[in-house]
């Protein structure tokens, strides 16, 4: 009897027990509450669109993404307390009077979250205005490309850029330059027939192009103009030019540099093209071993009219470019080992970028403004590591190129598109870049053509549309 007992009496204290336990907890753990409380958004209006503050304004509402479109508004519309007219579930609402959209500039769209509430439930809604506003530059989400390099998502690389065989080449928007030893020789590719994804290779007559340590070694494309110069070493430099494919070439220029006072003893590496419409302005070469740069004068296309060898900056390297801003006087000297600086027409350092702005491998840099927008391009030569790189860059904030360049050093710096065109380390990474601007029958700014080429890496043409405003 007094066993039952006590067993009782232990299990009337566990049940206590446990009851007490059980009401402490729920205290800190509530259970769910249900609701039908139910925070659809059925419908949703701006009231006080327009200048006048009364244009009703419909969106447009998906709610599988939990989305709220609107047609573009007049950018004269108070953005600060933009009042919304909705129709909602029984008894919710939204969770303020107004909303403020704050603009970055240079934007035309603006999303925020709005909550649609039902006690003790909520949704939640992204809200995107935009403003009727004119938009610049080019759209950089509707890139068109057409590869002929070693990206692995494109075509093959192109059969020229083997065995070290293919170390220039230019563009001019008509055709592409393929200077080249490998098999059949120098020739022109025609941009329509690339961006069909057609070859019809234009030879470019070799007759009488002999002599240097290359023949052929690098090159320009300019307004129809075909520019070829051997690798000089202990020969001799040579300057080919063609108009016409078929026809010998012109020889525009036939110097040793070693006759020229302060000229380097190799030259040919590189070359840089800076001839306007007219066929006025000047042809670049830096020397192998980086100790000067000489520059020729020309007029005409073809004549040659001044020799000046020039300072160079250090870490430019064998494989450096001068390239002209257009429009000013302002060139930007590139090459793989060295930031990218912005010298004058006589190579003089005006203003030096950080080394670690934008990729040191950087080579054939180039500044140019398109429908509004001004871009800074290049590509990586990859002599120490990684692959050709195509970067762009939005440069358009700026009264002039060094202002640009210093008011884009202090942003994030980041790229607004790159491509890589592959190709690996290479010890002789000649890299060329080109752009082009295809006009509509205005004569205004259509969409921009882009090049870029490596050895051993093929090249890719990229075609970029300008912006335009959506609906």
Same mark, same amino acid.
């Given at each position: 009897? +007094?066993?039952?007992?006590?067993?009782?009496?232990?299990?009337?204290?566990?049940?206590?027990?446990?009851?007490?336990?059980?009401?402490?907890?729920?205290?800190?753990?509530?259970?769910?509450?249900?609701?039908? +409380?139910?925070?659809?958004?059925?419908? %949703?209006?701006?009231?006080?669109?327009?200048?006048?503050?009364?244009?009703?304004?419909?969106?447009?509402?998906?709610?599988? #993404? $939990?989305?709220?479109?609107?047609?573009?508004?007049?950018?004269?519309?108070?953005?600060?307390?933009?009042?919304?007219?909705?129709?909602?579930?029984?008894?919710?609402?939204?969770?303020?009077?107004?909303?403020?959209?704050?603009?970055?500039?240079?934007?035309?769209?603006?999303?925020?979250? %709005?909550?649609?509430? #039902?006690?003790?439930?909520?949704?939640?809604?992204?809200?995107?205005?935009?403003?009727?506003?004119?938009?610049?530059?080019?759209?950089?989400?509707?890139?068109? /490309?057409?590869?002929?390099?070693?990206?692995?998502?494109? #075509?093959? &690389?192109?059969?020229? =850029?083997?065995?070290?065989?293919?170390?220039?080449?230019?563009?001019?928007?008509?055709?592409?330059? %393929? &200077?080249?030893?490998?098999?059949?020789?120098?020739?022109?590719?025609?941009?329509?027939?690339?961006? $069909?994804?057609?070859?019809?290779?234009?030879?470019?007559?070799?007759?009488?192009?002999?002599? !240097?340590?290359?023949?052929?070694?690098?090159?320009?494309?300019?307004?129809?103009?075909?520019?070829?110069?051997?690798?000089?070493?202990? *020969? !001799?430099?040579?300057?080919?030019?063609?108009?016409?494919?078929?026809?010998?070439?012109?020889?525009? =220029?036939? +110097?040793?540099?070693?006759?020229?006072? !302060?000229?380097?003893?190799?030259?040919?590496?590189?070359?840089?093209?800076?001839?306007?419409?007219?066929?006025?302005? =000047?042809?670049?070469? !830096?020397?192998?071993?980086?100790?000067?740069?000489?520059?020729?004068?020309?007029?005409?296309?073809?004549? /040659?009219?001044?020799?000046?060898?020039?300072?160079?900056?250090?870490?430019?390297?064998?494989?450096?470019?001068?390239?002209?801003?257009?429009?000013?006087?302002? *060139?930007?000297?590139?090459?793989?080992?060295?930031?990218?600086?912005?010298? +004058?027409?006589?190579?003089?350092?005006?203003?030096?970028?950080?080394?670690?702005?934008?990729?040191?491998?950087?080579?054939?840099?180039?500044?140019?403004?398109?429908?509004?927008?001004?871009?800074?391009?290049?590509?990586?030569?990859?002599?120490?590591?990684?692959?050709?790189?195509?970067?762009?860059?939005?440069?358009?904030?700026?009264?002039?190129?060094?202002?640009?360049?210093?008011?884009?050093?202090?942003?994030?710096?980041?790229?607004?598109?790159?491509?890589?065109?592959?190709?690996?380390? #290479?010890?002789?990474?000649?890299?060329?870049?080109?752009?082009?601007?295809?006009?509509?029958?205005?004569?205004?700014?259509?969409?921009?053509?882009? *090049?870029?080429?490596?050895?051993?890496?093929?090249?890719?043409?990229?075609? %970029?549309? &300008?912006?335009?405003?959506?609906?």
């Amino acid at each position: 009897m +007094n066993i039952k007992y006590h067993i009782a009496g232990i299990g009337l204290i566990i049940s206590s027990l446990f009851l007490l336990t059980f009401t402490s907890c729920s205290e800190d753990f509530p259970s769910n509450m249900e609701s039908t +409380n139910e925070v659809v958004l059925k419908s %949703i209006k701006i009231l006080n669109a327009g200048a006048d503050g009364k244009t009703v304004v419909e969106g447009r509402i998906n709610e599988n #993404n $939990k989305t709220v479109w609107f047609p573009r508004l007049d950018p004269n519309t108070d953005l600060t307390a933009i009042r919304f007219e909705a129709e909602m579930s029984t008894g919710a609402k939204l969770d303020k009077d107004s909303y403020t959209f704050e603009f970055e500039e240079g934007k035309d769209a603006e999303t925020i979250v %709005i909550k649609v509430v #039902n006690d003790p439930r909520f949704r939640e809604y992204f809200v995107t205005i935009r403003l009727n506003v004119p938009v610049y530059g080019a759209d950089f989400g509707k890139v068109k /490309i057409f590869d002929y390099s070693g990206n692995d998502l494109g #075509n093959p &690389v192109y059969p020229a =850029f083997v065995s070290n065989l293919t170390r220039g080449s230019g563009f001019d928007g008509e055709y592409v330059l %393929i &200077v080249t030893r490998a098999e059949g020789g120098s020739h022109l590719l025609k941009v329509e027939d690339l961006k $069909k994804y057609e070859i019809n290779p234009i030879p470019l007559n070799p007759t009488n192009v002999s002599g !240097g340590t290359f023949p052929v070694n690098v090159g320009g494309k300019i307004a129809g103009h075909s520019y070829i110069a051997n690798l000089s070493g202990l *020969y !001799g430099m040579k300057i080919y030019h063609w108009t016409d494919p078929a026809a010998v070439a012109d020889l525009i =220029f036939n +110097n040793d540099p070693a006759s020229i006072p !302060g000229a380097g003893k190799r030259h040919g590496d590189n070359m840089s093209t800076n001839i306007d419409e007219n066929g006025n302005g =000047f042809i670049y070469f !830096g020397d192998n071993l980086v100790t000067s740069i000489m520059r020729l004068t020309v007029s005409n296309f073809t004549t /040659i009219t001044e020799v000046k060898i020039l300072p160079t900056q250090p870490g430019v390297s064998f494989c450096m470019s001068i390239n002209r801003v257009e429009k000013t006087d302002d *060139y930007l000297l590139t090459g793989y080992d060295a930031p990218i600086m912005v010298v +004058n027409s006589s190579a003089a350092l005006l203003y030096a970028m950080d080394k670690n702005s934008v990729p040191v491998q950087g080579s054939d840099a180039r500044i140019f403004n398109f429908n509004g927008e001004r871009y800074l391009i290049m590509a990586t030569a990859p002599r120490y590591s990684g692959n050709a790189v195509l970067y762009i860059y939005d440069i358009t904030k700026g009264s002039n190129t060094i202002d640009a360049l210093r008011l884009f050093e202090e942003g994030d710096k980041k790229p607004i598109y790159q491509y890589s065109i592959g190709g690996g380390v #290479n010890s002789s990474p000649a890299t060329n870049t080109g752009f082009h601007i295809i006009k509509d029958e205005a004569g205004k700014d259509k969409s921009l053509l882009l *090049y870029a080429a490596s050895n051993n890496a093929g090249f890719a043409l990229l075609e %970029i549309p &300008v912006k335009e405003l959506d609906e």
